[in-house]
């Protein structure tokens, strides 16, 4: 009797379980995340969207992972075009930055200084503790892949250069 209730259990549940993971992956670059799950993404799912509204305008971004804005483990991606500047800033968290493709040249400091940034290309990792003040360019179109535990927070030197101010 136990192996026959058991046998309905997993026949009835089976389905129901296979259905859920389907629409949890039928978004393609949501975030939505459920423990144990697998998620993959090629080039060609990564769902961009213009933003985030916390980085200057021009840039791109996709959550693969998780949500920044919430505590717990995040990844996004980040594209830029040629040029793109980053103003000096800081997070509360430790930053990890991936190199997918281009050039995100780095530097430490308050004053933004094109001349005194380290180059990192395509495959270069990099992290720095929360607090460092920091600030970024890209040569040519540029993704980056950042990770972490959020929430993901970005606080600038000057108030001036925070496009969420410059909205309001």
Excluded: C
């Amino acid at each position: 009797m136990r192996r026959l209730l058991l046998l309905f259990v997993l026949t009835a549940v089976a389905p129901a379980a296979a259905a859920a993971q389907d629409a949890a992956h039928a978004g393609h670059g949501e975030m939505k995340h459920a423990a144990g799950e697998v998620g993959f993404f090629s080039p060609s799912e990564v769902a961009w969207k213009d933003g985030p509204g916390s980085l200057p305008a021009g840039a791109r971004f996709a959550i693969l992972e998780g949500d920044p804005a919430k505590e717990g483990a995040f990844t996004m991606r980040l594209w830029f075009p040629d040029g793109y500047r980053i103003p000096p800033h800081s997070h509360s968290k430790v930053e990890h930055i991936t190199v997918i493709s281009g050039s995100f040249n780095l530097g430490m400091g308050d004053k933004f200084d094109r001349s005194a940034t380290r180059e990192m290309a395509a495959g270069t990792f990099g992290f720095w503790p929360g607090g460092m003040r920091h600030f970024a360019w890209a040569k040519g179109e540029t993704v980056v892949q950042l990770h972490g535990i959020g929430p993901w927070t970005i606080t600038y030197v000057n108030p001036a250069d925070d496009p969420r101010k410059a909205s309001k």
